[in-house]
Structures are given as structure tokens and as C-alpha cells.
């Protein structure tokens, strides 16, 4: 129950800072993806020793492929995450109240391949950096995995939206950044990036 | 004593570059909130091993309540940390001089909205970061607990100020950034942010 | 073949956020070093343990005349590179399809000095940071060296256009920001900017 | 020997980098503190195990009255600073050639104050995360050692220049960016502000 509490109060503010930067009038404007990824990095800081620090359906499967992550946690993780998206999203629109919101209209196979690629980029980085045992102890971490999402989100937000993340996609989706029509490009590119990357980690890194 | 004195110094220069980057002309525009996160986190790295880096009157409580805080220097904390916030505000001015400064008007609900959960979001990454067993010895507390204020600042300093610590809120009220009759918001919600954050580390982080 | 894998992926992704936030639109503007800069930081954090983490046969050559990269392993490492600069900026310029993409026109002189310099401050913190004896378990190696190229492209982005590595002198080139006729410039200055790195280390950190 | 090496390239790449991202066109704009913070950051971390990664006379200053810099070094440090400086500022024109650069003309009891108080807080942060027995091993020094730079850079740059050290102070003359008639500002207040901070680190620190 500890694990979900803290996977809930983690993906809640990835959402909200995303929410309150992303919409203007009041947003972050160009820096909006500094503050994100650094959310993420606080979160990850914050929780790693509890929950491991996911936040992400897409870590989820990866580090369950990976073998780092029980069976029967990974519904419950991932419940936890949309739960805490969901309800950061509905808080967003309600303090940025009156905000016009456009989804965007993404080329779908630029999107496909943005979210695919980059979502391989942070779930390796997870893996290599939160499960290997040549890095285990290290205090970076949290800098490596969080500015991994800043960096893809200067890369990739005007392609995507950058949500390499599909609790992220739900989030953006309630709050009306991304449309319904859109949110499959997300479950299916997020999803199969992690599982890539976990198999690139196990090639990589050989026998544990 | 020494205690008092670190505690002092880092608030000190906390409302010091909070005023000279935030109070235009001359200031840091969308910048400000980088350089405020940092400045928190180079004086908790500064002084966290002499007084334990609180700087903020929501953390100390926090941090008493969580049982690393002696009862008896909780009102000496606060005060050394309301002392240099206000020796700074006064000093941020004079040196701004002429400036013309007009204090925010935050809608008040979303203020206390927003200056709860994000104060809770701060002391709940402290707590984590530098006083949970399985964390100690790191190298990132400093990074993590300065740069939430940043993200906090990029999402909530249009809503609310993002004072998220009394004793920033004083400093801003003594500056003109934020008006008197809002003062209560602060106070009110950063302290409340932060006792919840003491009850959810005790929840999260079981016996310790 | 671990190590070559990862040493493609990690300039993959060099290349892959450099073309997408260079190019415009939808590039990140005045903040692409700091995406640029974050990314190697990942990388290097995600790699280091496996292949040294690398991405730029400048470094490959100045950590082999230090000692700690084996001759064989250097034309490897340096194809691997340049294979995963190369399919990098394919795929970015497929993205950013249609963009109008103007190849720089650097002083010749400037931009040698430029290139020589930078390379050699980069290569210089890799050697100190991630191969001296006296700074072996640091958590901070990636940091360092992801944040030497930021530092650099803001200094000199408008000189050279900051490659300081010669993988990232040929993708420039592929993705026509950089003309044909320029890719000496940075090979010749990169290089040897490398090589005097490892002598400096060599004397300034005695036997080891 | 070694030890000079290494303080006069440390100090050289600072200067460097103010000089090609302060002066425009071609420059950093905005985001100057950010890179200039960070090559202090890289360097500490480079030459940090080799000669302490001084960079600053004031910073020599304070850690020779804290007891760890032997007084036979303090002039051979502040040459090979002052000398690493004024080459860098002599190539930042050259590279730069032709763009026009006015001296700021700062008042002089802001500008006197402003380099005092963040000289102060440079050196004590220096002190605590480098010097102290509490802190000893740590990953964080160069962050949060090179931050601070940037923190103050923010906060004091339309105020005195921040240089909050001589031989930047030195090289901001050479390259026409501040007026010979004012370097006795920063010379004095930067000492003064590196000593107080060695004082204050004793009485916080207790002794060792």
C-alpha cells in the first residue's frame, strides 16, 4: 500500500506542474520542460527508496520485463499513476480556470516514432541507472532520469507533446492538450519503448 | 547557537536573491525561479550538515514533527529564519531603490490551494531526502529539496507567489510583492502542508 | 559488441536532440544547449558503466593515449559513433521534414581555435572526472561532462556551432547545418584538442 | 607546479566563457549565468582533487584562513588565476572582434555591497562543502560551489557585474566590460567578503 501511495503522490505532481506550465496564460513558457523534468527528478529522489520511483506505466513494464518489479504490483502500479494523473489534470484545469486549451494535431507517424524512440531513451536510462548492479549507490539517479524527460520534451514537444509516459497521455488528454482520437499513439509507442528497452538492458548488461 | 546563525544566513540570502531577481528592472524574468531553487540548494548543501538546512518555518515543523527536531529550538528556528528574511527584504530594496513594486492579488482559494499542496510537495521531498534512513549518506538532498521550490516557482508563481514558507511570505509582504491581508494564506497553508507531509512520511516510511 | 551498442545508442541520441532542437521551427531557441548538454549527461550516467560512455571519438582517442581505452576497441568505438550520428540526423531531418535548414559560415580561424579549445576542456573534465584514481566512485562524472558541452555551446554555438566532437561534425554536416567543406575544421581541431587533453591529464595528475 | 597548472586553466575557461556568452552579439543572452555557473561547476570538478579548484583569489584567501591552503601557495595561486584570466579576456576580444562593448558604471555602494555579500556567500559555501569534516566525500561540491555563481549572477548582474572575484574582476577590465576606475571595488570587497566568510566558518563550524 505504501508503493501505490507514493506512486500516486508522484505521477500527481508530474501532472500538476505539467498542467501549470503547459497551459498559459501563468504557464513557464520555454521553460516548462526545465520544470517538469525537475519534478520528475524530485519525485524520483523522493520515492525511489519506497516505490522505486516509477511514476510511469511504461517503467512499470520495463522493469518488470527487467525482473526489479513483482508481478502483481504492476496493476496496482499503474492504477496508482493514472489515479494520481487523473486527479492532478481535473486540479489543473480547475485552478487555470477560463485558460483556452488546444489539443494539438500531431503528425501521427512522426508522433508514433517520437514517443517510441524517447520513451526507449528514459526507460534505458531507468534501468541502467535505478536497477544495474554496476551502478547501484549512486546519487544521480534521480538528475539522470528526470532531465531525461526534459531533454526529450525540448526534442520532442512539438512533434508529440512529448508524454513518453501513458499516464502522462491520460493526464494531458483530460486537461484537453492531446485529443481522445490521439491517445492509442501514446499506449502503444510508450509501451513498446519500454519493452525494448528492457530488452537492449538485458543484451547490454549481460548476466546479472 | 551555530544552529541559529546557519539558519540566519540561509534565509537570508534566500529572500535576498528572491528580491533581486523577482523586482524588475534589473531582476531575472522567467529566470528568477532558477536561480531561486538554486540559491536554496547551494545553502542547504551549505549548511545542512551545521543546522540541518531548513530555512523555512513549514520545514522545521515538519521536521519536528517527524521527530528530527528538538521542541526547544523549533520557536529559535523560526525565529532566525524570520529575522533573515527580513534583514534581506529590507536590504533587497534598498538596493532596488525606486523600483516600483505592486503587490499580486491572488485569487484566495486557489492561493491556499496551491500553497498547501505545494509546500506539502517540499517538506515531503525533505523528509524523504534528508531524514529517512534508507536515503542517508546521499549526495542529492540539496539538488532535490532546492530545485522542488524551482519547479514549484514555474507552476505556481502566477497563481499564488509560491512563497511555500513563512517566512519567504514575510519577506515578500515586507518587499510589497505580496499585500498584508494576504499574509494568513502563507502562514495558514505552508504550515498545514507541511504537518501533513510529517503524517504521510510516518505513513510511507513505517517504523523507523 | 556491449560496449559498441551503447556507444551507438548514446550518439544516437546526441544527434537525435541536437537536430530537433536546432533545427526550426519547433526547436528549442535559446535553450537547445541546455537540452543538448542534458542528454550526453544521461547518456553518459546510463553508458559509462558499460562501454565508458563515450559518444565522440575525440574522447575515444584521449582516454586511449591515457591508458584506460584499449587499441583495439578505438576504430569500433569511433564507427560505432559515427553510425549512430549518422542515423540520428536522418531520422531528425525526416521529423523536422520540410524545415529550410541554412549551413553556418564560421571565420575559419575562430572556429579552429574555437573547436581546439572547447574539445580540449571537455576531454579534459572526461579524463579528470571519470578516469583519475582520486576521483573513482564520484557521482557527479556525468554531470560534469554533459554540462562542459552546455557550457561550450553557449559560448561558441555562434562561432563554430560547437560540435567539440567529430561524430557531431559529420551529423551537422548530414543535416546540412554544417557545409561539407567545413568538416576538416572539426575533425583536425578535435582531435588534437583530445590528444593535448591526455597530455595535460598526464602531468597534472602525476603517476598513477 | 601541478597545482598552478590546473588554477590557471580553471580560471582561464571561466573568463573565457563570460567573455564569448556577456558579450554580444553572438552571446548567451539571458541564459549567460547558467553557462558561466557551469564552467566554474566543471572545472571545480576536474581540478578539484589536484589543486583544490580555487579559480579566485577571494576563495584562496578564505580557505588560507581556514587552515587549508599553505601560505607558500597564496601568491603562486592568485598569478596563475590572475594570468589565466587576463588570456582568456585577451581571446574573448579576439574572437569577439569588432563588437562593441560599453563598461557598466554600477553605484558604487550597491555595487560595493552586492560583491560583498555574494563574495561571502561563494567562499562560505566553498568552506562547507569543500573543506569541512562533516561534508568530506561528497558528489555535490562542484554543483553547488559553481551554482552559487550562477545564483548570484542572476541576482547581483545588473547591480555590480557580479564578479564576486578579482581575477574576474581583472579580466572584465581587459575585455572593456567594467572600468579600470572601478577594480578597487571588487578587489576590496571581494577579499573582505572571502575573509568574513572564514571567520563565520569557524564559528559554525567549530573547531575540527
Not at 531513451?121 to 528526470?146: D, P
Amino acid at each position: 500500500m505504501k508503493n501505490y501511495i507514493v506512486e500516486f503522490i508522484g505521477t500527481f505532481f508530474l501532472l500538476l506542474v505539467i498542467g501549470l506550465c503547459v497551459i498559459e496564460p501563468g504557464g513557464a513558457g520555454m521553460l516548462a520542460p526545465l520544470a517538469i523534468g525537475t519534478i520528475l527528478m524530485v519525485m524520483v529522489y523522493a520515492g525511489g527508496h519506497i516505490s522505486g520511483g516509477h511514476y510511469n506505466p511504461a517503467v512499470t513494464l520495463g522493469v518488470w520485463l527487467r525482473g526489479k518489479c513483482k508481478a502483481k504490483d504492476v496493476p496496482f502500479y499503474m492504477l496508482a499513476q493514472v489515479l494520481g494523473a487523473s486527479v492532478a489534470s481535473l486540479l489543473a484545469i480547475k485552478i487555470k480556470g477560463g485558460a483556452l486549451i488546444l489539443a494539438a494535431s500531431p503528425d501521427t507517424v512522426n508522433a508514433l516514432l517520437a514517443e517510441f524512440i524517447f520513451t526507449f531513451a528514459l526507460v534505458y536510462v531507468v534501468l541502467n541507472v535505478a536497477t544495474a548492479k554496476k551502478t547501484a549507490g549512486n546519487s544521480y539517479y534521480g538528475l539522470a532520469i528526470g532531465f531525461t524527460l526534459m531533454a526529450a520534451a525540448y526534442a520532442i514537444g512539438s512533434v508529440s507533446g512529448c508524454a513518453i509516459n501513458p499516464a502522462v497521455a491520460i493526464g494531458l488528454t483530460i486537461m484537453g492538450l492531446s485529443s481522445l482520437g490521439n491517445l492509442w499513439i501514446f499506449i502503444v509507442a510508450n509501451l513498446a519503448g519500454g519493452a525494448l528497452a528492457a530488452a537492449v538492458f538485458k543484451i547490454t548488461n549481460g548476466q546479472e
